[in-house]
Nanobody
Framework: QVQLEEFGGGLVQPGSSLRLSCVAS????????MAWYRQAPGKKRELVTG????????DVADSVKGRFTISRDNDKNTVDLQMRSLNPEDTAVYYC?????????WGKGTLVTVSS
């Protein structure tokens, strides 16, 4: 069965960097676009950024442009989210998904808290 497992969340200070990783299994990873979503407390879940099966980055949220970068390793079946210059507004549960604008599967999420 399809499994998406996120790693790397935690508590960081404003201005810090953090890298999230997602390990995918149960499907042919190279055939699917992947994405990261997030849901902040009291807010709707939003698309952070996506990446096509070929590695093209798409749909980067304005709030993270220039700070967050998605990447994938088709040999390791992983998709990462490199986050820089984190601020308290980035506090959220971050989800790895199969699919970007049309999401078929969700991971359980990893919590990122940005606080001094």
């Amino acid at each position: 069965q399809v499994q998406l497992e996120e790693f790397g969340g935690g508590l960081v200070q404003p201005g810090s960097s953090l890298r999230l990783s997602c390990v995918a299994s149960g499907f042919t990873f190279t055939m699917y676009a992947m994405a990261w979503y997030r849901q902040a407390p009291g807010k709707k879940r939003e698309l952070v950024t996506g990446i096509t099966s070929a590695g093209e980055i798409r749909d980067v949220a304005d709030s993270v442009k220039g700070r967050f970068t998605i990447s994938r390793d088709n040999d390791k079946n992983t998709v990462d989210l490199q986050m820089r210059s984190l601020n308290p507004e980035d506090t959220a549960v971050y989800y790895c998904t199969r699919g970007a604008n049309f999401v078929e599967y969700w991971g359980k999420g990893t919590l990122v808290t940005v606080s001094s």
